[in-house]
């Protein structure tokens, strides 16, 4: 019999790092009620994750930043990251998509000031 061996225990998720983007179910919805969408996942807290909104680029703000490569950010249309954050426990995401580029994150960081 085989066992399929993971460290981080069967069937666990690993813990998101700190501006990937993963599909969850984030207070981003009408009323702060939870949508399943694309976020980047800013700091871990006490409280749970910081993560923010990732938009179609059609619908950014002011300081909203545009993500310059898509493909590493796992998306598949211009999009934006809306530096408005939210807070997320760990079981409220789904799956990994991809990641920030550096000059992403810098603009992230830009927004956030």
């Known amino acids: 019999m085989k066992i399929k061996y993971s460290p981080n225990g069967p069937g666990k998720k690993p813990a998101p790092k700190t ?3 993963w599909l969850a179910d984030a207070p981003f919805g009408p009323g702060g009620k939870s949508k ?10 006490s409280a749970g994750w910081t993560v923010y909104e ?10 909203d930043a545009v993500i310059s490569d ?3 950010a796992g ?3 211009p999009s ?9 426990q760990q079981t409220a995401f789904v799956q990994k998509m991809g990641e920030l580029s550096e000059a992403d994150i810098g ?3 830009a ?3």
């Open 19 to 21: 501006w990937e983007v």
């Open 36 to 45: 399943r969408c694309p976020v980047a996942v800013g700091k871990r807290t």
């Open 54 to 63: 990732i938009i179609p680029s059609g619908e950014r703000g002011g300081k």
């Open 70 to 72: 898509l493909i590493k």
């Open 75 to 77: 998306q598949d249309r």
């Open 80 to 88: 934006a990251v809306h530096v408005v954050p939210g807070t997320v």
């Open 107 to 109: 603009k992230v960081i």
């Open 111 to 113: 927004g956030l000031r």
